[in-house]
C-alpha cells in the first residue's frame, strides 16, 4: 500500500494506492476514522487489480505534518481488523 500526503492548513489530500484484496477501501476509511481524520470528499476508483483512493480530510490537533499523518495511517492499518 502506497500513501502520499499533501497538507494545506489544517486540511490534507490523502491519496492511496492498494491491490484490490480483502476490502481495501473498508480498511482505509476505519483506518481514517480511528486516526479521527474528517473526510470531506472521497473518489474511490478501481483500476485492473488496482484500487485508487484520493480522501481530502480535516487533520486533528496532535498531527502536524504530512509524515505524521501518513505514519498514523499507516500504524492504524496495520492493526485494523474490520
Known amino acids: 500500500m502506497e500513501?502520499?500526503?499533501k497538507m494545506v492548513g489544517?486540511?490534507?489530500?490523502?491519496?492511496v494506492q492498494s491491490e484490490n484484496v480483502n476490502y481495501p477501501s473498508t480498511r482505509l476509511m476505519c483506518a481514517l476514522q480511528e486516526v479521527e481524520l474528517?473526510?470531506?470528499h472521497a473518489n474511490i476508483s478501481s483500476?485492473?487489480?488496482?484500487m485508487l483512493?484520493?480522501?481530502?480530510v480535516k487533520v486533528p490537533q496532535g498531527l502536524e505534518t504530512?509524515?505524521?499523518?501518513?505514519?498514523?495511517?499507516?500504524r492504524s492499518l496495520k492493526q485494523?481488523?474490520?
Do not use: S
Open 3 to 5: 500513501i502520499e500526503v
Open 10 to 15: 489544517q486540511d490534507a489530500m490523502i491519496r
Open 38 to 40: 474528517h473526510v470531506y
Open 47 to 50: 483500476v485492473n487489480d488496482l
Open 53 to 56: 483512493h484520493d480522501i481530502l
Open 66 to 74: 504530512e509524515d505524521e499523518v501518513k505514519n498514523a495511517l499507516l
Open 80 to 82: 485494523i481488523t474490520c
